[in-house]
C-alpha cells in the first residue's frame, strides 16, 4: 500500500483489510476559511504508533473542530529522520497484520464500521510524542504561504478608446491610425486570445485580458518603448501578467503567414512582368531617367544598439568601437515606397557590412536567380558586382572624375530611399531608439516584430490611397536640380550618436565610413565591375551633368 503525505511517499509492505483501511486514514488539511478539517488519510501519529497494540483497532470519528491543530502537518521528502520513523513503524507492524481477524468488527449501513471513539494519540510513547512535535515544527517552518493575488481592475476598453479618439491622441499612442488598428486587431484575433477558463483559474476569478488590450499594450512596448509596469498600470493587471502579453503579442506578429501586409517578401526572379513595374517605380524616383533602368531596391546596414548579451560566450564580437556601444548588424533591401523586402538580423555589431551581407544566403540567391538585366543598389561598403552595383570610391575618382561623380549622383538618388527606410522605423517605432536590454533572441525578434508592422502601416495606407511617397524637393528654377535634402521633410527625426554628434536619418549605419573599399567576405567573391562601367558609358555618351546647386554644395 503506498501513502502519500505532502512529497513523502510511503511504501506500506502490507495491505489493511478494506473497512478499517477507510476509516483509520486521517489527514490534516487546510480549508477556505484557515478551519483544520480531517478526512480519510492516516496521520503520522498512527503510523507512528506499535499498531501491534491494538489487533482490532477500534474505529474513531473525525475530533470536534476545536480539538484540531492549527499547523498542517507535512512530511518532506528530504527529511530522512522521519522516513527512518515510518521505516521503523513498517518494520515493527507489517507481518501481524497480514492475518488480522476482521470477524468481530460489525459493518454498518454505510460500510464505515461501528462507532467507536478512540483517541489516534493515545498508544504513544513520550518520545514518539516529542518526534512528532519536532516534525511538526520543522515542517511549518518549511511551509511557504502564498499571498492572495491582487484583483486588478482592467481598463474599460470602450471608454480608453473612445477618449483617445476624442482627444486625438488615438494615432499617437498606438502608432497607427484606428481603422489601420482595427484591421490588425481582425488578424491577430486568434493567437490574442486568452483562455477565458485559465485566467478565471490563475487570477483568482478575474476576468480575462481582451485581445484589443493584449494589441494596445504591445503597440505601445513597442511604439512608445514604454515598459511593462507602466502598462500594467496604465491597464489594470499585474506586470507578470503585462510582460506575458507583450510576449503573445511579439509572437503572434512574428509568426504570422497569413496577412500579406505584415510579410517581407522579395518579388519572383523568374516574374519579369513584377520585376519590370519594379524597376519603373525606381525610375520614377531619380532624375536620371533611365540611366540606371533595372534597378530593384537599396541595400544597406543597420546598427540597433543592444546592451552586452547574456546568453552568447563571445561579448566583444558585439561591441561597436566607432559608436562604443554593443549592437547588431542587420541588412535589409527595400522599394521605391519604403516597403522592406528583405530583412536579415545577420551578425554581430563588429561585423562590416560585407560579411553580414555574406550571410544573408536568401538575399544572395535572390541576387543570383535574377536575369542579367536587373541589379540593386548599395554603399562602399559592398563589393560591386554585376547585381550590386556600389558608388566609385574617393581614391577611383581620381580618373575621370566628372562622370563618375554624375554616375554616384544619381545612384545616391536611389540608395537614400533606405535610409529613409530605417529612418520612418526608428521614428515610428521607438522601441528601436533605445537600448535592447533583452537577449539576443528577443532584441532580434523585437527588431523583425517592428520591421513587419513597419511595412503594415504603408500597405494599409496605399490601400486607402492615404500614403504618399516620398518625393526629394527640387528647386523652382530647375526641375532636375535637387536641393539638400531635410529628413525633417519626411517625418524623421534625428537620433543621438554619442559624443555630442546626431545622425539625421535617426539610425546608425553600420558601416559609417563608406569611402573607403570594402573588405572582402570571401575569397570566391570577387569584384565585377562590368555593369558599373556599362552604366559610366552611357552617361558618358549622353553628356549628363549632376545640377548646379549639387556642384556648388560638394564642388566638382
Request: proline residues 7%; glycine residues 6%; charged residues 25%.
Amino acid at each position: 500500500m503506498t501513502q502519500t503525505l505532502r512529497g513523502a511517499v510511503i511504501e506500506l509492505p502490507f495491505v489493511l483489510p478494506a473497512p478499517i483501511s477507510h476509516q483509520i486514514e486521517l489527514r490534516e488539511a487546510r480549508m477556505g476559511d484557515g478551519m483544520g478539517a480531517w478526512d480519510h488519510r492516516p496521520p503520522i501519529a498512527f503510523l507512528l504508533a506499535p499498531i501491534t497494540s491494538c489487533p482490532s483497532p477500534p474505529l474513531f470519528p473525525p475530533p470536534e473542530p476545536s480539538s484540531l491543530p492549527h499547523k498542517i502537518i507535512t512530511m518532506s521528502s528530504s527529511s530522512q529522520y522521519a522516513r527512518d520513523l515510518y521505516a521503523e513503524a513498517e518494520e515493527a507492524t507489517a507481518m501481524d497484520h497480514l492475518n488480522d481477524d476482521m470477524d468481530d468488527v460489525e459493518d454498518d449501513d454505510d460500510g464505515l464500521g461501528p462507532d467507536v471513539r478512540m483517541d489516534p494519540y493515545e498508544d504513544l510513547e513520550d518520545e514518539d510524542l516529542e518526534d512528532l512535535n519536532d516534525i511538526r515544527i520543522i515542517m511549518g517552518e518549511d511551509r511557504i504561504t502564498r499571498k492572495v493575488k491582487w484583483q486588478h481592475r482592467r481598463v474599460d476598453w470602450d471608454y480608453h478608446r473612445e477618449m483617445l479618439l476624442y482627444t486625438g491622441q488615438f494615432e499617437n499612442r498606438f502608432r497607427m491610425e484606428e481603422n489601420h488598428f482595427d484591421r490588425l486587431l481582425e488578424v491577430l484575433q486568434t493567437p490574442l486570445t486568452v483562455s477565458f477558463k485559465h485566467s478565471l483559474s490563475s487570477t483568482s476569478g478575474n476576468e480575462p485580458i481582451t485581445p484589443e488590450i493584449i494589441l494596445a499594450c504591445g503597440l505601445r512596448f513597442l511604439g512608445l518603448g514604454e515598459n511593462p509596469p507602466g502598462l500594467a498600470d496604465t491597464y489594470g493587471m499585474s506586470i507578470s501578467s503585462a510582460k506575458r502579453v507583450i510576449r503573445m503579442f511579439l509572437n503572434a506578429v512574428d509568426y504570422n503567414e497569413t496577412c500579406p501586409d505584415l510579410q517581407i517578401v522579395l518579388p519572383d526572379p523568374n516574374d519579369r512582368e513584377e520585376l519590370d513595374k519594379l524597376a519603373d517605380e525606381w525610375e520614377g524616383v531619380s532624375t536620371g531617367g533611365n540611366i540606371l533602368s533595372g534597378h530593384l531596391g537599396a541595400l544597406d546596414g543597420w546598427l540597433p544598439r543592444t546592451e552586452a548579451p547574456r546568453d552568447v560566450d563571445n561579448q566583444g564580437d558585439y561591441w561597436s568601437g566607432h559608436y562604443q556601444c554593443y549592437g547588431l548588424n542587420c541588412q535589409a533591401l527595400c522599394d521605391p515606397d519604403l516597403l522592406f523586402m528583405f530583412f536579415c538580423v545577420s551578425a554581430p555589431g563588429k561585423c562590416n557590412d560585407n560579411r553580414a551581407f555574406g550571410r544573408c544566403r536568401g538575399l544572395k540567391e535572390w541576387l543570383a536567380a535574377l536575369p542579367d538585366e536587373y541589379f540593386v543598389g548599395g554603399d562602399n561598403a559592398y563589393t560591386v558586382t554585376r547585381k550590386l552595383l556600389t558608388p566609385f570610391t574617393r581614391a577611383q575618382l581620381e580618373n575621370d572624375k566628372r562622370f563618375k561623380r554624375v554616375y554616384n549622383y544619381f545612384l545616391s538618388q536611389l540608395r537614400i530611399r533606405i535610409e529613409m527606410a530605417f529612418g520612418r522605423l526608428t521614428t515610428k517605432w521607438r522601441r528601436l531608439r533605445t537600448t535592447l536590454n533583452f537577449t539576443n533572441a528577443t532584441n532580434s525578434q523585437i527588431i523583425r516584430v517592428c520591421i513587419k508592422l513597419h511595412n503594415f502601416c504603408i500597405r494599409n495606407k496605399l490601400k486607402d490611397g492615404t500614403y504618399v511617397r516620398p518625393q526629394l524637393s527640387t528647386s523652382s528654377n530647375d526641375p532636375d536640380e535637387l536641393n539638400a535634402v531635410d529628413p525633417s521633410d519626411f517625418d524623421i527625426d534625428p537620433i543621438d550618436m554619442g559624443y555630442t554628434r546626431k545622425s539625421k536619418w535617426g539610425y546608425l549605419p553600420s558601416e559609417p565610413d563608406r569611402d573607403t573599399a570594402p573588405v572582402p567576405y570571401s575569397q570566391s567573391v570577387q569584384p565585377d565591375t562590368s555593369k558599373q562601367m556599362a552604366v559610366l558609358a552611357e552617361i558618358r555618351s549622353r553628356h549628363m551633368r549632376r545640377p548646379r546647386g549639387n556642384i556648388d554644395r560638394n564642388g566638382n
